[in-house]
DNA sequence: TAATACTCTAGAGTAATACTCTAGTCGCAG
DNA sequence: CTGCGACTAGAGTATTACTCTAGAGTATTA
């Protein structure tokens, strides 16, 4: 059995999907998840909370997706690899959810939440920190902030997918893979790791 | 002496930016123009197609920054360190209307005018085109689609700019300029192959 | 069993606001 | 002057986010 929580989170994120954050009433989400007037506002003080909601439970589930990408250690361009194709995979593959937290969600709307989602941020970079830092240390990677190694893994990546998610370009995201792979290896790999024995990519 | 037209656009853009398209009613843009709402309702049939007009408008002031940057031929790392910066520079210095463009317009909305954003970004695709060929064809830039190198230059800065605009992150995205090109070049110009007689295709 | 307290449900009611409608004003060509 | 198109004006309407009061379900305590 569901919750009327979940039920008015789930519709909320179909609706959002569909009708967008303007378009979206919520009646339409109310009577999606067959929720009163009253529950709905007893469970979330507005339509702002709701998405505010969702979009931290998106979060997390995103970032899920990328830790996992790296939470057994591999080499360097193993790693990277891993990295850009769990970003490309996750999108493509709850597209919904990829839609909601890259072309729907505001920062405006965001900001009560703005708290929590800094510390799972910082949790995230955690993760990556923990297998970057070795190959850092071991010259395979080259050095930068984590913040800058983070927009060459994800930036480029990122531009095709949100080119996707807004329907401008239908091609899968995807298929880029490789080739964003190839290029990002070259941003951040050390060129000698290149010809050093060892891991196989 | 400005049209009420223009005062709208320009109304629009400041209320925009304060209150997000959202928080923007109409009743503050006609105020801050002094418009009437029969004016408002004559000149942009709705809000949506205001925030659409505003949107091509930016959107051309951005590209025209962009393509100032190669206008005039120059080698692959001036080039990929010029269009950086100027995508940088133009997001900094032009701190409302990239907020307007990289934060508060939808997809949703800007559907009526996708056909000319389409149109738009073919023509900044050409004038990158131009002067990105030559150096292909010299072995200067690798081989690529326009649109990976495009995502090369562009996406690792877009992640720190909307860091920036969102109010995440306090640092001037400029800052980063030197290492996100030192990056970028890494990507996609080719390491001394500019001496090798060339094989064509 | 009964009283109590608390969480959640219910839906009518309210205020705000995007948008419509009718009636103009202004400038100008004939 | 007269008619005409572009624009202005602001009162009116429909929608919708949100409030308010009342009550149902459930667990706790006497």
Redesign the pocket.
């Known amino acids: 059995m569901t919750?009327?929580?979940e039920d008015l989170l789930a519709a909320g994120l179909a609706v959002f999907d569909r009708d967008g954050f303007?378009?979206?009433?919520?009646?339409?989400?109310r009577t999606r998840a067959?929720?009163?007037?009253?529950?709905?506002?007893?469970?979330f003080?507005?339509?702002?909370?709701?998405a505010g909601t969702l979009f931290l439970e998106i979060l997390a589930r995103y970032h899920a997706a990328v830790i996992a990408a790296v939470s057994e250690p591999c080499g360097a361009r193993e790693g990277v690899a891993r990295l850009i194709r769990a970003h490309l995979d996750w999108v493509v593959t709850s597209r919904r959810e990829a839609r909601y937290l890259f072309e729907i969600s505001r920062s405006e709307w965001t900001e009560k939440v703005r708290g929590a989602q800094r510390a799972q941020n910082s949790r995230l970079a955690e993760a990556v920190q923990r297998w970057r830092a070795p190959l850092v240390e071991r010259g395979e990677l080259l050095p930068m902030t984590p913040a800058v190694f983070f927009s060459q893994i994800i930036g480029p990546a990122q531009i095709f997918c949100r080119a996707w998610l807004s329907g401008r370009d239908r091609a899968d995201p995807r298929e880029q893979a490789d080739i964003l792979i190839a290029c990002a290896i070259r941003a951040v790999v050390a060129p000698e790791a290149v010809h050093k024995p060892g891991e196989t990519v």
């Open positions: 919750t009327a929580r303007e378009g979206a009433t919520i009646a339409a989400i067959r929720a009163s007037n009253g529950s709905f506002f007893h469970l003080g507005s339509k702002k909370e709701l």
